[in-house]
């Protein structure tokens, strides 16, 4: 039952969170009139389709609980797509930096993001980082991270 509910758990919250980051964005430019700016805007999409793509493995594995199997190898398969999809998206960050022309305090607040998106992804494909704020320090001196969920799935 605890499993079950921490599921739920991180299947709301992702969810809202992967929409919640592009809504309040938007809200934010509105309400201030500021222009939309590609280099802010670009890792929160990305940071997004990460929470996103987080969420419905959470939901999956809700499924999965609940009793629903669902082909593994397929989702297997999806995940190791994402995984290289993400990492293309994340990577295609540089390029509008590039284009961007200019050193501004916005980009300052886009790469503060674009690390946030970076630490979702390795969270997600490769290591666990998801952990009270003292074991992830202790954790991170060590070098000593469990595999994500979802890489011990693709490894399977």
Not at 49 to 75: D, E, F, H, P, S
Not at 148 to 154: L, N, T, V
């Amino acid at each position: 039952m605890k499993l079950k509910s921490e599921l739920k758990r991180l299947l709301i919250f992702e969810s809202l969170s992967g929409v919640g980051f592009i809504v309040a964005y938007f809200v934010w430019i509105q309400q201030f009139g500021i222009q939309f700016n590609a280099t802010v805007f670009y890792p929160i999409l990305c940071c997004s389709v990460i929470l996103l793509q987080g969420a419905i493995y959470w939901g999956i594995c809700l499924n999965r609980i609940n009793g629903k199997k669902r082909r593994t190898k397929k989702i297997v398969g999806i995940y190791r797509v994402f995984r290289f999809m993400d990492l293309i998206i994340l990577l295609f960050y540089f390029l509008i930096i590039y284009n961007s022309g200019r050193f501004e305090r916005d980009l300052l607040f886009g790469i503060g993001i674009y690390l946030f998106a970076i630490l979702e992804y390795i969270n997600y494909f490769f290591f666990r980082l998801s952990y009270p704020i003292s074991e992830l320090f202790i954790r991170f001196i060590q070098l000593k991270f469990d595999k994500s969920q979802i890489a011990k799935e693709i490894k399977r």
